[in-house]
């Protein structure tokens, strides 16, 4: 039940000039807080404070006013109401309890009111509607509230109306069905089940009056007492109207003991810099605040409960109440503290980027810094600086956002700024789920990720999801990639623009015990989100956003032809014109980039009688796309700090593979596979050749010693062409090619400084052969082994015994003997090989897996596995040990010859 003596938070919200800050100031007189009401008009307003808005005659800052009516503490937070500031107010409705929605007597619902409607049923914020200017002539209350009722809420109700009247006591019944049925049995309604009603928006209070005169205060001041529940208790941070699901805390306080002192949290709607303090602005939801209480590296140094311009210190806030609390630099606008989960996205943003020109001379890293901080109280600035173009870059709202950034930069730092003309801001999504793996090995690194990048819905924003198996990857490991997918703005790749409304999740990832640094998780997560992404792109599944932007228009009736044609070009989407006496609405959406100045073309056509308002609605597939692609002139490939390729390592030197065959090169194989069953290596061919038998031991001669030195070679690579397709030339030498270019920058590094060095210890490594999985994943040799299996074996014993004259591995080549009965396994050197023969009931997995164990875990050999079998190296990565496809092995073999045949031809 609620406590009648918590703070209860009252927030003002309107278009702009309906009134609300003169009703701050009625109501703070009303309740005798101040002894003489000051007006807007005269500057001298309690809480339009600042000199901008003393000057301006417009609310900028949000502000707060503490109060107290009928023995209760009430805080009214006061919004600006111009659209440029719509996310100032949008922030504090997380905080408060209730809403006072002013809507001016003169202008009725126009457009934004209704778009404010949406934005506090969105926030599930209980309201009250207070009709002002009541005063001015024409004014009509029960025209008024019949537009209320139609418009907004048919629960919309007369409160200035003695709720005992019978025909108020019926209506009021109707909003809900239980109480129906009780007041049709007789029973009576009372102020608490309307207070119920109202917090659970199934009643809309309406009460009419004039701030600037004073008048239906005193009612207004009442209703919020009577009918306003706090929406936190004492004893548990608890979000009754914020969005479902999202309440940690909730469940914070479950399970704590009766007399455990309930959990501290608050929610952050703001952060100012008063006189050189820092300060926090936030709700308390549960629990109490104590100066010297540590919050994350910090400790509270002050409390203050601020009261317009003036605030008293105090040592503790309890739940319910707002305060700015100083000592916390690392706050931001929106964040949850203690048991409070962050606020999800907001609603209203900018949907405009604007380069800022700095016009005194000032070094950008200085001015980079000042904008920095001013993005701490406005976070959609969203501060970011562009390397090509050398400029920063910020989101502006429009003209008067910018105009007061402007003032605030020169006065806070000193600093002369403008801002170019503005650009719509894109972002890009998938259509289709794609993975992204990447890899990173230059010397002494370790790392590979692989990613599902799956479409997510409008609206979601990016959410990031580890559900790599447990036991595959190291928990801080996955925790690390998991940090690195949060910790960057991810670019498209069809024109850089940051990515949305994706699931990406962590599928697997591997780590080597001896060469995995701090850092190379970094670039092999940031990779193999660029990668997922161009494979997407390659298929046709990337996607362009744009901001779309719901509009209300309201027009004279005659216009409304011209009104309408002109939409039409630009792309809006409307419902059908509402027409009433000489007047027309207009609902609907519009991409953004359409709107361009034409409020200003609609005042002037229609000489000031038509009006115009637009908000930011959701991001939708671009109208334009091709265009604005064409325009951007965006190639990912060129985006040398946002790489799509990979690193790996051949013979002891970084190779760079491009995104489009990491795929070929990469370690784990998630056995995801593009939808267009693209990709040829499915790993399903060739499981351990269970027939096979076990070997004669005959045809264990070195039979290619004798032959020619290149027709190994050639063989190989016509098994290579017969069963991958034919060979581009740099598909086998992307190594040198890079390292001879030496221009492949990233992140400062040329792939030069990844040539190993002389000085180096060889370190012991291994090369495991799967036998018969190999024999069956190469077309040649699968050929031959169905006609004679022995001839197979010894033709790849051969290949391999070739090979490892010119790799520095140690190669063991495995032979499944698993249904050889009585089998007791076999072990022998072929030439430079070993070769193994696995005992009966011993798989060559198994086999593999032990030994792999054995050499990369305890002895810390570097262990590389191939195989193609897509199970088997699910088993392996346990082992951390490396995988290599089976047209790996064949590729790595033919750089191998190719490089040696070069090397004594010269
Ligand atoms: N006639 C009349 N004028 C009013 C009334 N209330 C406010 N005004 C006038 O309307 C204008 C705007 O008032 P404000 O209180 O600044 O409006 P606001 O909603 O706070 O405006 P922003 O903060 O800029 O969004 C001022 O000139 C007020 O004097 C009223 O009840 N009757
Ligand atoms: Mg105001």
Redesign the pocket.
């Known amino acids: 039940m609620a406590d009648s003596r918590m703070n209860r938070v009252i927030g003002i919200i309107?278009?702009?000039?309906?009134?609300?800050?003169?009703?701050?100031?009625a109501l703070l007189f009303v309740s005798g807080s101040i002894r003489s009401a000051g007006?807007?008009?005269h500057g001298d307003?309690f809480l339009?404070t600042d000199a901008m808005?003393k000057e301006?005659?417009?609310?900028i800052f949000s502000k707060q006013a503490r109060l107290e009516i009928g023995g209760s503490p009430f805080t009214l937070l006061?919004?600006?109401?111009?659209g440029d500031l719509s996310p100032e107010m949008e922030r504090t409705l997380r905080v408060m309890d209730a809403c006072i929605l002013?809507i001016?007597a003169a202008d009725g619902i126009g457009g934004h009111v209704r778009i404010l409607w949406e934005l506090l049923a969105h926030y599930h914020v209980p309201v009250f509607v207070f009709i002002?200017?009541?005063?001015?002539p024409g004014a009509d209350r029960d025209a008024l509230l019949e537009q209320v009722r139609r418009e907004l809420s048919e629960h919309a109700l007369d409160l200035g109306i003695d709720t005992a009247d019978p025909g108020i006591q019926e209506e009021i019944a109707l909003c809900d069905d239980r109480l129906t049925e009780r007041y049709l049995e007789g029973g009576h309604i009372a102020a608490e089940d309307i207070a119920e009603l109202v917090s659970a928006r199934k009643l809309c209070p309406v009460l009419f009056?004039?701030?600037?005169?004073m008048?239906g205060i005193r009612e207004l001041a009442d209703a919020l007492d009577r009918y306003v529940r706090p929406s936190v208790s004492c004893g548990e941070g608890r979000g009754e109207h914020t969005s479902a699901g999202a309440g940690a805390g909730e469940h914070a306080s479950a399970g704590a003991g009766e007399d455990t002192a309930p959990e501290f949290g608050a929610r952050v709607f703001k952060i100012t810099h008063e006189g050189g303090t820092r300060l926090t602005w936030m709700r308390i939801t549960g629990g109490s605040l104590k100066a010297r209480d540590p919050v994350g590296n910090d400790k509270v140094s002050q409390i203050r409960l601020y009261s317009g311009e003036r605030f008293t210190a105090v040592q503790e806030a309890a739940a319910g109440e707002v305060c700015a609390v100083a000592g916390l630099s690392f706050t931001f606008a929106g964040q949850g503290l203690g048991t409070e989960p962050d606020a999800d996205r907001y609603i209203m943003q900018p949907v405009q980027m604007s380069a800022v020109q700095i016009l005194d001379g000032t070094d950008t890293a200085t001015a980079l810094g000042y904008l920095k901080e001013l993005e701490e109280e406005e976070p959609l600035l969203n501060v970011s600086y562009d390397e090509q173009a050398a400029e920063i870059r910020i989101r502006i709202m429009g003209q008067i956002q910018a105009e007061i950034l402007q003032r605030v930069i020169a006065e806070r730092f000193g600093m002369a700024v403008a801002f170019g003309p503005g650009t719509i801001v894109y972002r890009e999504t998938i259509a289709r789920a794609a993975e992204g793996v990447g890899h990173y090995e230059p010397l002494r690194h370790y790392s590979e990720v692989h990613l599902l990048l799956e479409p997510g819905l409008p609206g979601s924003g990016l959410i990031l999801e580890d559900r790599c198996p447990p036991d595959t990857l190291e928990g801080n490991y996955r925790r690390l990639i998991m940090k690195h997918l949060a910790e960057k703005t991810h670019k498209g790749v069809l024109t850089g623009a940051p990515v949305t409304d994706m699931r990406i999740s962590l599928t697997a990832g591997a780590a080597s015990p001896v060469h995995t640094e701090g850092g190379d998780f970094r670039q092999s997560t940031y990779r193999a989100v660029r990668q997922g992404l161009m494979m997407a792109a390659s298929a046709g599944n990337c996607v362009l956003l744009e901001p779309i932007m719901d509009i209300r228009l309201d027009i004279p009736r005659e216009s409304l032809g011209r009104t309408l044609s002109d939409l039409q070009q630009m792309h809006a989407e409307l419902a059908p014109p509402e027409v009433t006496a000489g007047r027309a609405a207009l609902t609907g959406t519009i991409p953004a980039s359409e709107i361009g100045d034409y409020p200003q073309t609609l005042a002037s056509f229609t000489r000031g009688e038509g009006s115009m308002f637009t908000a930011f609605r959701e991001y939708a597939p671009c109208h334009n796309a091709d265009e604005v692609i064409a325009a951007a002139g965006y190639v990912p490939e060129e985006d040398l700090e946002e790489p799509a390729s990979s690193i790996f390592c051949r013979h002891g030197a970084a190779l760079l593979v491009q995104w489009n065959e990491v795929r070929d090169y990469m370690h784990l194989d998630t056995g995801w596979r593009p939808d267009t069953n693209g990709s040829g290596n499915s790993g399903s061919i060739g499981s351990a050749g269970p027939d096979a038998g076990r070997p004669s031991g005959s045809g264990r001669s070195g039979s290619g010693k004798s032959r020619d030195p290149y027709a190994a070679e050639k063989e190989l690579m016509a098994i290579f062409e017969r069963t991958y397709g034919p060979i581009r030339r740099n598909d086998l030498r992307p190594a040198q090619e890079h390292r001879a270019g030496g221009s492949s920058h990233d992140n400062g590094r040329t792939i030069d400084d990844w040539k190993p060095s002389k000085n180096r210890t060889p370190e012991k490594s291994y090369l495991l052969v799967d036998g018969y999985n190999i024999i069956f994943a190469w077309e040649d040799l699968r050929d031959l082994a169905l006609d004679d299996i022995g001839a197979a074996r010894d033709k790849l014993l051969d290949i391999l015994s070739n090979y490892a004259g010119y790799c520095s591995e140690e190669i063991i080549v495995v032979f499944d003997a698993y249904r050889v009965t009585g089998g007791l396994g076999e072990v022998y050197r072929y030439h430079n090989i070993d070769v193994v023969f696995t005992r009966e009931a011993e798989t060559a997995d198994l086999y593999i897996e032990k030994t792999s164990h054995e050499l990369a875990v305890k002895k810390h050999y570097r262990v590389t596995v191939a195989t193609s079998d897509a199970i088997e190296q699910v088993i392996i990565f346990g082992t951390g040990a490396l995988r290599l496809s089976a047209r790996g092995l064949l590729e790595q073999i033919l750089a191998a010859q190719q490089e040696m045949r070069e090397r004594y031809l010269q």
């Open positions: 309107a278009h702009v000039d309906a009134g609300k800050t003169t009703l701050s100031e007006r807007v008009d307003a339009d808005e301006r005659g417009i609310t006061d919004t600006p109401g111009h002013v001016s002002n200017k009541m005063d001015q009056g004039s701030a600037l005169r008048e």
